[in-house]
Nanobody, 123 residues
C-alpha cells in the first residue's frame, strides 16, 4: 500500500503542470486525499484536499482559483492541475491520504504519504 506521485518538473511562470498521485494496492474509496508542498527550512503547507465520499474540495488561499484537485473515474488517481503558476509555487509536492471524510489541510492528520515530486517555476 503506497502513494506514488508523478508529473513534477520545470515550468515557466504563468505556465501549467498536472501532478498525479496513484494509489498502489488500494483505492481511494472512503479516504480523504490532499496535496502538500514544502520548501527547505519551512513547514509543510497544505495546498488542496478532496473527499472521496462526495468530492468536496478545499484549497489554500494561495492557490484558490489556480489549482484544481480531482479524481480519475476509478478513484485510484488524484490529480492536481496547476495553472498560472508563480515562482513561489516552487516546492516538493507530496500527496497524502487518510481513511476519513474531508480533512483540514493539516499534515498531522494524514498517515500515508508519497515520496514527493519536485516542481520548479522559473524562466
Amino acid at each position: 500500500v503506497q502513494l506514488v506521485e508523478s508529473g513534477g518538473g520545470l515550468v515557466q511562470p504563468g505556465g501549467s503542470l498536472r501532478l498525479s498521485c496513484d494509489a498502489s494496492g488500494f483505492s481511494f474509496d472512503d479516504y480523504a486525499i490532499a496535496w502538500f508542498r514544502q520548501v527547505p527550512e519551512k513547514e509543510r503547507e497544505g495546498v488542496a484536499g478532496i473527499s472521496s465520499s462526495d468530492c468536496t474540495t478545499n484549497y489554500a488561499d494561495s492557490v484558490q482559483g489556480r489549482f484544481t484537485i480531482s479524481f480519475d473515474d476509478t478513484k485510484t488517481t488524484v490529480y492536481l492541475q496547476m495553472i498560472t503558476m508563480k515562482p513561489e509555487d516552487t516546492a516538493v509536492y507530496f500527496c497524502a491520504t487518510e481513511k476519513a471524510d474531508l480533512l483540514l489541510l493539516d499534515p498531522a492528520d494524514f498517515g500515508l504519504w508519497g515520496q514527493g515530486t519536485q516542481v520548479t517555476v522559473a524562466s
